[in-house]
Structure formats: C-alpha cells, structure tokens
C-alpha cells in the first residue's frame, strides 16, 4: 500500500514525470517556436537537480519496495540529470540549424530521463525492466529525429533492432531469476543466500548481465556505438554516450556489488581488458572526430568494467566520480563537435567531419579550441583535468582489491589513447586552415557557448577540487 | 487412467476429425460447376477495380498506433476493476493517474490533427455553358 | 499437475526460434516479428514461474512486458517506415553506410 509521505521522496522524479507530460502540451499548443518549451523544460531539469541536490544523504525503500533512495543512487541521478540540463543548454541552436527544433525533443528526452531516473533509483526488476524500457525506447526515437537522412535513420534501425533482442535476452535473465529466487524484488532477490548460487540463478545474471553491458558498450556487446553515435543528431550523441551510460552504471553496479561474485573476477577482468583494448586500438586509426568519440565512450565503458571487478564499496565512489568527470568532458567534446560541425557547409547528409578540418582551429576561434583541448587532454587522462581523477580513483580501487595487472594493463592502454586525443589536438593548433572556410570564426551562439562554459568549468572544478564531489555526497575516501 | 496429455490428446484427435470429417464429406458429396463469374474474385457483386496492391492511405497507420496504446490500456483497468472494492478511494485516484497521463497523450494526438479525417469533398461539374442553366 | 519444465522447455524453445531468426532472416520486418517472439516466450515462462511458485509477480510482470512491447512495436514500426521512405528496401543487408 501506498504511503503518502513516500511521495515527498520523490519530488524529482514527480517533476520530471509532470514536467515531460506537460512539455508536450505546450509543444503542440505554442505551434512554431520552441522557445517555451525550452525554457520550460531547461527549469524542470534544474528544479530536479536541487530536489534532488537538498537530499542526498536519505537512505530509504519506499513505495511497496519498488524504489531504493540512497546515497549512491541520487549521485548517480544527479550526475544523469547534469548531462542532461548540459544537453538542453547545447540542443537548442543545433536542432534550429538542422531544421528539427521541434518541442517534442524537450518532452522525449525528459521522458527518457524520467527512465533513467527510474531505473537507478529501482529496487525491483520491474522497475528496473519499465525505467530501461522508457529511456531505450526514447533512445530509438531520438536518434531516428533526423528522419530525412540517411545515417540517422539507418542508426536508428540498427539501435532499435539491436537493443530490442538485448532487452530480450535481459528479460530472459530476469525471468529466470525469479523462478530461481521467487522474488522479483532485489533487496529479497539479494537476501536469499541459498538461491543465489544455484546455475538456474546464475545464467539468468548472466543474461541480466548481458542486457546491461550492451548498454554501457562491454567488449562483446559494442558493436552498435560507433554506428549509433555517428548517425544520431551531435548532441543526442553526447547525452546517450553520458546520461545512457550514467543510468545503466548506476543500476548494475549496486546490484553486483552486493552479490560480490569474487569466483568470477578473472571473467570480467578479460572483458575489462578487451573492452580497453578494442576501444582504444580501433580508435587509433579513426579520420572523424565523432566516431573517435564513441571509440573512446567504450575505451572509457572498459576503465569503468575495471572498477566493476573490483567489486568494493571504493571501487561505486571511484565510478562514480569518474562518470561525473565523463559528463563534463564527454559531452563537453561532444558539444564543441556539434558546434563545429554546424558551421561547415550544410550537405544532403552528415559529411564526414574529419581532422583536416579541424585544423587551425586555434587561429579561427581560440576558445573553441582551448575548450577542445581541455576536453581532450582530460579524457586522456591529464593530471590537472576532472579526468585524472576519475581514473585514479577507478584503479586505486582495483589495487586495493589485488588487481594490480589489471591497472597496470589499463594505465598502458591510456597512454595509449594519449596518442590519438593528441593528434586531434596537433591539427588544431600547429597546422594552418585550410579549404573554402579557413580564416573565418566559428559561429557560436549563446547557449550553446553556455554549455561549452559549464562543461569546461566542471572539468577544470573537479580537476582541481575533486574532494568537493566526496564532501558533497558525504563518500569517505580511505 | 489417462495422463492430462492423453487427455489433451483425444481432445485434439476430435477436434481434428470434425473439421476433417466436415471438409473431406463436402468435397466429396457437394457439385461443382466451374464458371467464369463463380472464379472471379468477389467484390460485393461488382466488377473488381484496379490492382490489388494499392498504397493505404497513411492516416491508417497513425489511428492503428493510437488504438494499440489505449488497446493495450486495458490490461491494467482489468485487473483494476476487480479489486477495486477492496482498494477504494487510493485506487480510484491511481487509476485517474494514469488515465490522466494516457489522455494527455490523446490530446497530443487530436491537437496534431491525426484523428481528423478529411470529409470527401464531392468534385461539382463546373458548366461553362450558361443554356443548360437557363433551362433549369 | 503438468510438470513445471514442460513450460520451461515450450519457451525455451520458442525463445530459440526467435533468437534463430532474428540472426539468419534478412528482412527488418521479419527481425522485428522474431523478437516479439521472443517477448512472448519470455512471458510464457514468467506466468509458468509465476504459477508454480503460487506468487503474483510474475503476472504482473508480464502486464508490463505487454505493455511495453507494444510500445516498441510502435516506435519500431515508425522507424520502419522512416527507413523504407528513404530507401525502399528493408534488406539489413543493404542498411551499410555506417561502417568503421
């Protein structure tokens, strides 16, 4: 039975609920311009982010077990609601240049952050199955949004079909666990030491497994990435490869832990090593930037697989300040990409925007390209960037629990990754411009110089500070 | 005594021995007198017009997704409607929830113009002559 | 009583089929169908589960699965008829722009 007063714990995912509900109203009834929406929506997420904000130490289950607020799963939301407020800050300009500002956009995406929210904050498979389900589901939509070209449509085909046999398998995983345990709650599902170990328990979280690492892009499951993150609209691109990944993360990752299945560490440390193998090798010999990206979103989807093997209490805070730092700078570099990509000659579909272009990009617009590099450098892993950090803590937490050839293969791999993050880096300050643009600035607009600011002030906050996100969620880090 | 497969079993040996029965016997007793009209296919008695792959109009498509959303609907207010006795007031108020939340997604729909159905609009000869005008 | 593997084995079965044709059949349509079946089998286990173990969960869990199964078909089958506006063939095969 429903209490009323867990309703107060809920106030954000009420709001974003509400919020998306309306949205589509005022998108269909203020016909042409986006503007209300918009801003409508961008309020929303940010009223979201302090309700939230204002209790992240609350440690409760409530509506009939359905949902866990803890801790962990509010700074998991906040860093999903982030990426998405960064998002609506950069949509706006490049969805008014491609043609497709339409006010659905708003409304979809806070529907598929009203499933991201639900899943990290479930505490039942069902609740886990509707929130996946949501966001997927609005996934598909918002990447087919350029209807009228090719690549985005055949990225969407390809998300669709491909995420719909996934969501197949997991729901298999899923059955199969509750015919194991008889429960399909998870605190319950977690409490029965005697199912647990039982091989009908243990190939559904295989399956279960499955549905998720497909999601966060795991070794033998991301093929669909680069792909979906080359025909998507820029933007959606940056909000799936962060918000996606911030809310599958944030949901298995407690789940996993609490199991603790130490007998299956040499398992997912090979798909770790894999994962950054495969991400970064075939990132090396990439010509476009956005393709470049998604290559490192799995490089990156490896460095958190190894936090997964450690399996401590660490190893959740070290992934989960190291996706908050992947929020800036990912969807920073994401953002400049589509900035960018926006003032080359529109074509009839997306060209390849390849390095070339981007050289002397420091002589057309300087501050593009600092903002470029800061990105780059902290998804390298630089020191005095948000990045660093992340991955410090990450394999801190796999040496404290004897992974030491493990961090050492994935702090070889980074360096690695050093190299193509740098070549972009070289074409935009040391070669001049050239072809029919050069010499001219970038056009940026406001907001969207906006959220390349936001962006660029997180990476270079918690690079310095990176104590204030521990402080903030009251994680010790000893 | 018989398993519950024997069971399902005879079952189906007589439920296919019927329509066998029923369809063998016809083929065999009934006449048939082949003619061109009785091979045609039929449309209401009418010639058939036109091909038979024809392009449906596209309003079909948008009013099939919005039947199944509010077909599909139904599974909840089922179970709903049997317990709702024992529920009282909170499940009324959930269930308004919801509906509330699935007609938002009708008014989207009408607002959009997808229900609307264009009235055919009979084309009137349009008659340059003005004798026959006079004579009516 | 029928016993509990018999379903088990049904939708095992019939979740095989689906995963089977959704990796030999070529045509998006037909994909899109095998993994409905999919779906379905899936819930055929779950109100078997359900049914033995003398707990509701299950069912309620296939209300969902229904539920949400319609609204990837309907999302799938935009994206469907999106695709073959452009390209007038739903071959899998010759969806390849995107590669590397």
């Not at chain 1, 809920?10 to 949205?23: D, F, K, R, Y």
């Not at chain 1, 798909?271 to 010999?285: F, K, P, Q, R």
Request: hydrophobic share 55%; proline share 3%; charged share 15%.
């Amino acid at each position: 039975m429903i209490n009323f007063n867990d309703l107060k714990e809920i106030i954000p995912l009420i709001i974003i609920a509400a919020s998306a509900l309306i949205s589509l109203l005022i998108a269909v009834y203020s016909k042409k311009s986006g503007m209300p929406v918009y801003v409508f929506s961008l309020l929303a997420v940010l009223a979201a982010l302090i309700f939230t904000g204002l209790n992240v130490t609350k440690d409760v289950i409530i509506i009939s077990e359905m949902l866990r607020i803890n801790p962990y799963s509010n700074a998991f939301c906040m860093i999903a609601l982030l990426s998405v407020f960064i998002t609506f800050m950069a949509s706006k300009d490049y969805l008014e240049k491609l043609g497709i500002n339409f006010g659905e956009y708003y409304s979809i995406l806070l529907f598929a952050l009203f499933g991201m929210m639900t899943m990290i904050y479930a505490n039942d498979m069902l609740t886990v199955f509707i929130g996946l389900e949501t966001m997927s589901i609005c996934f598909y939509v918002l990447t087919g949004l350029l209807r009228k070209r090719m690549k985005s449509n055949e990225s969407a085909m390809k998300y669709f079909l491909l995420g719909a046999f996934m969501t197949g398998f997991l729901l298999y995983g899923m059955s199969l666990i509750y015919g194991a345990t008889g429960y399909t709650n998870i605190t319950k599902i977690l409490a029965t030491y005697t199912a647990i170990r039982t091989p009908m328990f243990l190939i559904g979280l295989a399956l279960f497994m499955i549905g998720f690492f497909f999601k966060i892009g795991i070794f033998p499951f991301q093929m669909w990435i680069p792909d979906v993150y080359e025909g998507a609209p820029t933007v959606v691109s940056g909000m799936m490869s962060t918000a996606g990944k911030v809310a599958a993360v944030g949901t298995l990752i407690p789940v996993l832990i609490t199991l603790n299945l130490v007998e299956y560490k040499m398992l997912f440390s090979i798909l770790a090593t894999l994962t950054m193998l495969y991400g970064n090798i075939v990132a090396l010999s990439q010509s476009n930037l956005k393709r470049l990206l998604a290559y490192s979103s799995i490089a990156s989807a490896g460095y958190i697989m190894v936090g997964i093997t450690s399996m401590s209490d660490l190893s959740i805070k070290g992934i989960a300040f190291y996706l908050l730092a992947y929020v800036f700078m990912q969807l920073g570099a994401f953002i400049v990409v589509s900035v960018f990509e926006n003032s080359t000659p529109d074509g009839k579909d997306f060209r390849n925007v390849t390095f070339d272009e981007y050289k002397g990009l420091a002589k057309r617009s300087p501050v593009l390209a600092i903002a470029l590099t800061v990105f780059l450098l902290s998804l390298a892993g630089i020191p005095p960037f948000a990045g660093f950090w992340g991955k410090y803590y990450i394999f801190y937490a796999a040496i404290k629990s004897d992974l030491i050839w493990l961090s050492v293969i994935a702090i070889l791999l980074s360096v690695i990754s050093v190299y193509y993050y740098l070549k972009v880096i070289v074409y935009m300050w040391f070669k001049e411009p050239e072809g029919e643009t050069s010499g001219e600035a970038v056009p940026v607009k406001a907001l969207s110089y906006a959220a390349i600011m936001v962006s660029l002030a997180g990476t270079l906050l918690f690079g310095l500070y990176p104590d204030l996100f521990f402080t903030f969620f009251k994680f010790l880090i000893k | 005594m018989l398993s519950d497969f024997g069971q399902v079993l005879i079952f189906m040996i007589i439920s296919i021995g019927f329509v066998a029965i029923a369809v063998i016997s016809g083929k065999i007793v009934g006449p048939r007198f082949a003619s061109k009209g009785k091979d045609s296919t039929y449309e209401c008695g009418e010639d058939t017009v036109g091909d038979t792959w024809v392009r449906f109009n596209f309003r079909y498509y948008v009013v099939a997704l919005i039947f199944i959303i509010f077909d599909v609907e139904i599974v909840f207010l089922f179970p709903w409607a049997v317990v709702f006795k024992e529920m009282g007031l909170l499940a009324f108020i959930e269930m308004t929830i919801f509906l509330f939340i699935l007609i938002v997604g009708f008014i989207y729909a009408y607002a959009k113009g997808d229900l609307y159905w264009d009235k055919p609009q009979p084309i009137v000869p349009k008659l340059d002559r003005q004798i026959f005008k006079s004579e009516i | 009583m029928l016993e509990l593997n018999y379903f088990l084995v049904l939708s095992a079965l019939l979740f095989s089929i689906g995963v089977v044709g959704v990796l030999v059949r070529r045509n998006a349509m037909i994909i899109f169908m095998c993994i409905e079946l999919m779906l379905n089998a899936i819930n055929i286990s779950l109100v078997a589960f359900s049914s033995f173990l003398g707990n509701d969960s299950g069912q309620i869990f296939v209300f969902f699965v229904l539920t949400v199964a319609a609204a990837e078909a309907a999302v799938g089958l935009a994206i469907v008829i999106s695709l073959f506006r452009n390209k007038e063939s739903l071959d899998i095969d010759k969806i390849n722009i995107l590669k590397w």
